[in-house]
């Protein structure tokens, strides 16, 4: 076996991308190692035999991943079924899981992941495998939550959380929690959010947490704080995440400092920007990311929404795919024009729509809708006159009258003397 091993090994080794027929033969003599069936010379030697089936299965798992063929991997799980049953079980659940990484890590390849990981969870319940089930059972709400199946992902976790909660495993439940919020924020639904978190927080106290979970429960807090508009406090969460990640070389850190970076673009400390990204934790992350957030600070600071406009369309891919950072910008660009336009209608008390609009360089008609909001939320006064081809006219506030309050102050305590004078003749006629 081993110089089939170390044949294959150097065909995986030399393999120049994933279409190089150096793969195909290494998957083949891997696959032929790892399925075949052992004389009875070579089982005397089973420990020997089966570390070195195990190395195959490593190196086959990555010639695959390589390779990009996610259904080779989930073939290759049907067919080590019956060595499963041959090795013990905590092997089996590091094997599968290690498996079900790989087809993770090859692009578009999330509905093939569902189907596996549902495979395996079906196949764990029958053969009674129940934390292996329960592992596979959070990827696969991972899965439904990226893909948006956040309901189906509830469902799961509410089975999950029942069940992990009888075997008292902390480190479980707080996986599970933290994903809970995680979906739970993504319905906009933050008072449960915020209850999942605390549940994860509370159960994390009693057990050692793995810095990335920690990070993860971090970044989650920094994402609530946001949605509740205490950016600095956001900040303070995101920092810590960054932090934890990029000693661990996480890949997540990028987005943890695109976090950092927004937060401090929302609670206006646009000039700290350009500091955070030039230090030298910044400076490792340099790329798309941050130079999209630092064209986002330059744009809010020369208060110009052509240049905000022009950013959203560059960086598309990095500022708005991302679902956190695209709510925020878009209330931060609503904001900005909402002072571009009191800044432009101060001077006037009558003034064409259209003027606006040519001032702001935005259509005529967003224009007019966001000015019809701005009335209505009572940023100022004022009436959009649509029969005299589109105007809009400003009012002064008017002079607060205090005579009807005290008016309707008076008539309710007389009504109340009355209804008590009522109430005392009531008794003494009676």
């Known amino acids: 076996m081993e110089p089939l091993y170390e044949k294959a090994c150097d065909l995986v080794a030399t393999a120049q991308g994933h279409e190089d027929e150096k793969l195909t033969e290494a998957v083949s003599i891997l696959t032929d190692l790892v399925l075949r069936h052992e004389t009875q010379a070579a089982q005397s030697k089973s420990d020997s035999v089966m570390k070195m089936k195990e190395k195959c299965l490593d190196e086959l798992v990555g010639a695959l991943v390589k390779k990009r063929d996610a259904n080779g991997l989930r073939t290759l799980l049907g067919e080590l079924r019956g060595l499963f049953q041959e090795i013990p079980k905590a092997k089996t659940a590091k094997i599968v899981r290690g498996i079900i990484e790989g087809i993770d890590k090859i692009p578009n390849s999330t509905d093939i992941l569902v189907q596996v990981c549902q495979e395996q969870a079906a196949w764990a319940t029958s053969e009674k495998r129940t934390f292996l089930r329960q592992r596979i059972d959070i990827k696969l709400s991972s899965l439904y939550y ?252 008017d002079a607060k009258d205090d005579l009807f309050p005290s008016a309707l102050s008076t008539i309710d305590n007389m009504s109340k003397v009355v209804d008590s004078l009522f109430t005392r003749s009531m008794k003494i006629v009676s």
Request: proline share 2%; net charge negative; hydrophobic share 40%.
């Open 146 to 397: 990226s893909t948006k199946r956040y309901k189906d992902a509830l469902d799961l976790l509410s089975t999950l959380i029942s069940e992990v909660k009888k075997l008292d495993d902390k480190l479980l439940l707080v996986e599970i929690h933290v994903l809970e919020s995680k979906i739970h924020q993504a319905l906009r639904n933050l008072p449960k959010a915020k209850a999942a978190l605390v549940a994860a927080r509370t159960a994390a106290n009693a057990v050692y947490v793995p810095p990335s979970l920690q990070a993860d429960m971090d970044a989650q807090s920094g994402i609530l704080h946001g949605e509740e508009k205490d950016f600095k406090t956001a900040y303070s969460y995101f920092y810590e995440a960054f932090e934890q990640l990029s000693s661990l070389d996480d890949s997540r850190s990028i987005r943890a400092l695109k976090y950092m970076l927004l937060s401090k673009i929302m609670a206006g400390d646009v000039s700290d920007v350009g500091m955070i990204i030039s230090s030298k934790a910044g400076l490792k992350y340099a790329g798309s990311e941050v130079d999209a957030l630092k064209a986002v600070a330059k744009a809010y600071e020369s208060r110009s929404l052509a240049d905000f406009q022009n950013v959203l369309q560059s960086y598309q891919a990095e500022l708005q795919d991302d679902p956190v950072v695209h709510s925020h910008l878009k209330s931060l660009y609503d904001a900005l024009m909402e002072q571009n336009l009191m800044r432009i209608i101060e001077p006037y008390s009558r003034v064409d729509v259209a003027h606006v609009a040519s001032k702001i360089n935005l259509p005529v008609e967003d224009v007019e809708a966001k000015l019809s909001q701005m009335i209505l939320d009572k940023k100022f006064y004022g009436t959009l006159d649509q029969g005299n081809q589109g105007t809009l006219e400003i009012y002064d506030e």
